[in-house]
């Protein structure tokens, strides 16, 4: 056998090699857990989950025990996040409720998350104030205000919007109402939009939840 045949025999092996090692390193690849699945599609839950959980605006607001909140400080659990106010007489104390019913319907096999009322009304919303409102419903219920420009911000981040209007001296106040659902990364995970019912919420959030646990370990193997 010539040296030309034997470099042709030698490159085809080499080639065959290399496509064996491609597909063998794909199906790794996928096997091992290397692509995640897609976001549920919860639309029958008026539910939208995104793919990629959207990152947050820096902030530094106030809590309702009075102490420095930053982005950071919403890693490490799942949280719904909801912008209002103290004063509102309708909307806000309705989603309360429906977000209190949603943490009892919740199995405790799944993790309990925390429930944030983000202050469209920071002038009268008080960290006093917001304490007496959010353990009304629950321990794990908690407000932020502050700075309203900053409040403005972290409320766009959360897909949210809210405008004051003055009507005969009174503030009223026109804000989303929305739920924003926070993974433990502290990202925007998905958006429930009314109206809500609290077994819809918690059939959301354990999809969501699962959704993203198989994902974290499909990633991880």
Same mark, same amino acid.
């Given at each position: 056998m010539n040296s030309s045949i034997r470099l042709t025999l030698f490159l085809l092996l080499l080639l065959v090699i290399l496509i064996f090692g491609l597909v063998i390193g794909r199906q790794v690849y996928m096997v091992g857990g290397q692509e995640p699945e897609p976001a549920p599609v919860l639309a029958e839950l008026n539910t939208y989950v995104y793919d990629q959980p959207r990152e947050l605006v820096e902030f530094t607001l106030t809590n309702e025990q009075g102490e420095t909140v930053t982005r950071e400080s919403l890693r490490g659990r799942w949280t719904f996040a909801?912008?209002?106010?103290?004063?509102?007489?309708?909307?806000?104390?309705?989603?309360?409720?429906? !977000?209190?019913?949603? /943490?009892?319907? +919740?199995?405790?096999? #799944?993790?309990? &998350?925390?429930?944030?009322?983000?202050? $469209?009304?920071?002038?009268?919303?008080?960290?006093?104030?917001?304490?007496?409102?959010?353990?009304?419903?629950?321990?794990?219920?908690?407000?932020?205000?502050?700075?309203?420009?900053?409040?403005?911000?972290?409320?766009?981040?959360?897909?949210?919007?809210?405008?004051?209007?003055?009507?005969?001296?009174?503030?009223?106040?026109?804000?989303?109402?929305?739920?924003? !659902?926070?993974?433990? /990364?502290?990202? +925007?995970?998905?958006? #429930?939009?009314? &109206?809500?019912?609290?077994?819809?919420? $918690?059939?959301?959030?354990?999809?969501?939840y699962e959704w993203a646990r198989e994902n974290r370990e499909r990633l991880s193997s």
């Open positions: 909801f912008v209002g106010y103290t004063n509102c007489p309708d909307i806000c104390p309705a989603a309360m409720a429906n !977000l209190r019913r949603t /943490d009892q319907l +919740l199995s405790p096999e #799944l993790p309990q &998350p925390d429930y944030l009322l983000v202050s $469209a009304d920071p002038e009268h919303d008080t960290p006093d104030k917001l304490k007496a409102y959010t353990d009304f419903f629950g321990d794990n219920f908690h407000g932020l205000t502050g700075d309203l420009d900053t409040l403005r911000s972290f409320a766009k981040s959360l897909n949210a919007v809210f405008i004051h209007r003055d009507v005969d001296g009174e503030l009223l106040v026109d804000h989303s109402g929305h739920f924003a !659902l926070l993974n433990p /990364d502290g990202r +925007l995970a998905a958006v #429930l939009q009314p &109206p809500h019912k609290p077994e819809e919420l $918690a059939e959301a959030f354990e999809r969501i």
